[in-house]
């Protein structure tokens, strides 16, 4: 702001989630002037997904989504926004990906590229663009050998931590590149280039093939995380000729190049317009947070669940995540992931409260704090953190004050009401128990929410109590594609200066005028209270590291 960005220019960032495509359009003074969105299961039906995924049926956890669907999104959603939106004001365009999918391109891939008619749809012109037509997204588990083969080739699981961010994980790039390579030699032969999610969606932005960003780059297992280069080692211990797929890395703010003529000519985007290098989904909803105190915290409810910070001095463990900052080269991201989010709240909600979120809060205020004991454990999904199998499990401990004398019962199921509160108060149960012991600040300054869930105050009200501090929402729930949108900003800014420019120079003391202010939701909950739950994570905590003895994948 303060007459850094032109008034009447516009910033157009994208969110290509799991379930969907979001845009949101920011002016030049950092307010939302439009949004949209396409759902994918309910506008795109023909491509027959549940939850925007094609599940193996052989529940060998392999998860992947039909590439040409986001294809098909982004030509729906730019329909749908024309009439609302000027195209011809959009000075600079970013986007946010799922991270960890992947996308191969054929060796005809680029030569379509640059050969977009803009008289045709995308689909139809995409078609035989591609090598793997089933993205592995995520949510796939299906290649623990191959993350036991890269955490081998550097020394081990810490080892690799060390190097990249993050120890080997199922849904990482690296391992998903290797069981193709392994199981598909001849599909990864005619693989001319691998594109992230991110990456993907900004290559047909521009027309040719986009680099990866080292933000989202630091989630494939792949790159040296303090050099913010592809590690050779690694690369050679994932399979043959892989850094020419790759391509370059770029930082986030970076340019990576001019829009399309085809978006030039199909929408009337003036030839000028910059994509900036897209970037993971929760890296963007860091920048749209305004994330930039290392004490904050912001958690993201939607498919997946994630607590995130940042830091100038990163320690990568064995569980947790570090990537470069998408927006202060000088600084890191840390993050904890949950498989097991949104869909699972909804399955417990259609199980036990008439499939209504009305009937889900009236239970979660009508029982007790503490649950009385009762915990749960809900993985309707492999997980992540911990990592366990699909299953649900569920105790009652008896005198929950005393952690030393507290008796552990299991039993098969719990009233409905008190599945409610199970569900809700046993994730974020494990997420202060891991972010505590991953070194994020205990209690937090303050937690940012975000995310669909975000809305939803009996659980806003939850975490506040768990935490025990003040718990702040944002305007819009969808705080990646904001994200996306306010990188493009920044992007744009950074070209014009030549050089990097502070985001914090966009808004400066001004942010409350912008779409970009966060407002207190709930105060820090009751200190007697707080020192009760802290009691009961050390208890949750130590039941799950039984069940992982018994249960856990290795």
Not at 46 to 60: A, E
Request: with cysteine; proline share 6%; aromatic share 8%.
């Amino acid at each position: 702001m303060a007459g850094l960005l032109p008034s009447d220019a516009l910033f157009l960032g994208f969110d290509s989630s799991t379930q969907s495509l979001k845009a949101t359009v920011l002016d030049g003074n950092l307010v939302i002037v439009d949004s949209e969105s396409v759902h994918f299961d309910t506008e795109l039906p023909h491509y027959r997904t549940k939850d925007g995924v094609y599940r193996d049926p052989s529940g060998n956890g392999r998860i992947v989504s039909p590439t040409l669907m986001w294809v098909e999104a982004l030509d729906v959603l730019l329909e749908k926004l024309k009439s609302k939106v000027d195209y011809g004001k959009v000075v600079a365009i970013s986007g946010s990906g799922q991270q960890h999918g992947s996308v191969y391109w054929n060796k005809h891939g680029k030569a379509i590229l640059t050969s977009l008619d803009p008289k045709k749809p995308l689909r139809i012109q995409l078609e035989d663009a591609f090598s793997v037509r089933e993205s592995p997204i995520w949510m796939d588990s299906s290649t623990t050998s191959q993350c036991r083969e890269l955490e081998k080739a550097v020394g081990g699981a810490l080892e690799l931590s060390k190097l990249t961010g993050s120890r080997a994980y199922e849904r990482y790039t690296g391992p998903q590149i290797r069981k193709i390579y392994q199981t598909q030699p001849d599909v990864y032969n005619d693989t001319e280039r691998i594109s992230l999610v991110s990456s993907f969606i900004a290559s047909i932005l521009i027309g040719n093939y986009a680099s990866i960003d080292e933000t989202d780059g630091a989630g494939m297992n792949l790159m040296d995380i303090k050099q913010r280069v592809w590690s050779k080692t690694i690369l050679e211990a994932t399979a043959p000729g892989l850094e020419e797929k790759l391509g370059h890395l770029a930082p986030a703010h970076a340019v990576a190049g001019l829009i399309s003529s085809y978006f030039v000519e199909r929408f009337h985007f003036q030839k000028s317009c910059i994509v900036i290098q897209w970037s993971g989904d929760n890296p963007n909803s860091l920048a749209g947070l305004t994330l930039n105190t290392p004490g904050d915290l912001a958690i993201s409810l939607g498919t997946s669940d994630t607590v995130f910070g940042i830091t100038s001095e990163p320690q990568p463990s064995l569980e947790g995540h570090v990537f470069p900052n998408p927006v202060d080269p000088n600084c890191y991201m840390v993050m904890l992931v949950y498989k097991n989010g949104s869909l699972t709240r909804e399955d417990v909600r259609n199980r036990c409260a008439e499939s209504s979120w009305d009937t889900f809060n009236k239970y979660l205020e009508r029982t007790p704090s503490l649950n009385g004991g009762k915990l749960g454990f809900y993985y309707k999904e492999h997980e992540i953190l911990p990592p366990l199998p699909v299953g649900f499990h569920r105790y009652v401990l008896e005198n929950v004050d005393s952690l030393n004398e507290t008796k552990v019962l299991e039993v098969q199921e719990f009233d409905p009401p008190s599945e409610v509160r199970a569900i809700i108060e046993g994730q974020f149960l494990s997420m202060r128990g891991h972010a505590e012991r991953f070194g994020m600040p205990t209690p937090p300054n303050r937690i940012i929410a975000t995310g669909g869930a975000s809305k939803n105050e009996s659980i806003l009200k939850s975490i506040a109590s768990i935490f025990g501090c003040p718990v702040y929402t944002v305007q819009r729930p969808d705080s990646a594609s904001l994200g996306a949108a306010l990188r493009a900003a920044h992007g744009w800014l950074c070209n014009k200066e030549g050089r990097f420019v502070p985001i914090s120079c966009l808004y400066g003391d001004k942010l409350d005028k912008t779409s970009l202010s966060a407002k207190l939701a709930f105060p820090a909950g009751d200190a007697d209270l707080l020192s009760k739950y802290t009691v009961l994570v050390n208890k949750r905590m130590q039941i799950e590291k039984n069940l992982v003895e018994k249960l856990g994948r290795s």
